[in-house]
């Protein structure tokens, strides 16, 4: 793709596991550099990829007008989110302040200072809850959203605020991420939660036994790599999809029994595994899959990589942090 010198494009949450990746997406996507600007709290570096450091608080409204008035941007893709159900549960008001707050401030932002630039929401599968009860199969966007979790009332609250917006001119984007997964993650998630152990049962640094939760529950997972080229996709200013909301979703759910079961079946060792009652969530569905066809058809985004690859780099990548 061709962009023109002035497609600045400013990513909040650009420290993040998506944030790094996104930027990443970004650049193969055929943007410069010097057009991507990486916004985090402590203006963490971003000189290996050569892109724009910021310093900015999502947090701080002021400050965030201040940079949204000068940069003029023509996208902002907001990655930036207490992502960790458990800690949305543990602390509602940083929650609610950090997944919803942020999101008003910054669309009324847009709205007031740089009214061109698209709004790039990243939202979370979690906002449909207990819809997913009431489906055997993958659910498109046309569910209700029914959030049974702190985290998805947050999502839920900040995706149905930017509908309204978009009825007064807001320029919005909203994804509906399903679990996404790959190297870089933190362990609070159970893709990595699993990879971590078996690389530190592999490096002798703890007993051949794998602490796990509900290995019934069934998910729909993508690569953080498929999940960053969606939003770099919808930075695109020919991409006509203002307004629209997009399931980010495989279309597919597997259970989290065959992926300990294949990440195991990836390593050389013999390996017990031992359900631990803190890693239970007090929400849990059954089953939660999404309907991709609007993505796909819409966006013309579609996932690139096998799920079997993801686990093996991710597994990879945690073989490589005990590496001697």
Aim: with cysteine; aromatic share 8%; net charge negative.
């Amino acid at each position: 793709m061709v962009f023109s010198s002035q497609d600045k494009i400013l990513v909040t949450g650009a420290a993040g596991f998506v944030g790094k990746v996104c930027i990443d997406a970004l650049l193969q996507d055929g943007r410069h550099p010097d057009q991507i600007f990486a916004l985090s709290r402590h203006n963490e570096q971003s000189a290996a990829r050569g892109v724009n450091s910021v310093k900015g608080d999502i947090l701080d409204r002021a400050g965030m007008r201040d940079i949204i008035a000068e940069l003029q941007p023509c996208a902002i893709i907001h990655l930036a989110a207490i992502a960790e159900p458990a800690k949305a549960r543990a602390d509602h008001d940083c929650a609610w302040a950090v997944n919803f707050d942020s999101v008003r401030h910054l669309a009324e932002t847009i709205l007031h200072v740089s009214p061109k630039t698209r709004l790039i929401f990243s939202g979370s599968a979690e906002a449909y809850g207990a819809s997913f009860n009431d489906s055997p199969g993958p659910i498109d966007e046309f569910v209700h959203l029914r959030p049974a979790t702190t985290y998805g009332a947050t999502k839920a609250a900040a995706d149905m605020l930017l509908g309204q917006m978009a009825q007064d001119g807001l320029r919005a984007v909203r994804f509906r991420a399903f679990n996404h997964t790959g190297p870089g993650q933190a362990p609070a998630y159970v893709v990595p939660a699993f990879a971590e152990q078996i690389a530190r049962i592999e490096a002798g640094l703890q007993p051949p036994v794998v602490s796990v939760g509900n290995l019934e529950a069934k998910r729909d997972f993508l690569d953080v790599r498929d999940v960053a080229a969606a939003y770099a996709r919808a930075a695109d200013p020919a991409a006509d999809i203002d307004g629209s909301v997009f399931n980010l979703a495989s279309g597919e759910a597997r259970s989290i029994r065959s992926i300990l079961d294949a990440l195991i079946g990836m390593s050389n060792k013999q390996i017990d595994v031992e359900t631990d009652p803190n890693r239970l969530r007090p929400s849990d569905v059954p089953y939660a899959a999404g309907s991709n066809v609007r993505i796909c058809k819409e966006l013309g985004w579609a996932p690139a990589h096998d799920f079997e690859e993801t686990l093996r780099d991710t597994l990879t990548f945690w073989r490589e942090q005990f590496v001697s």
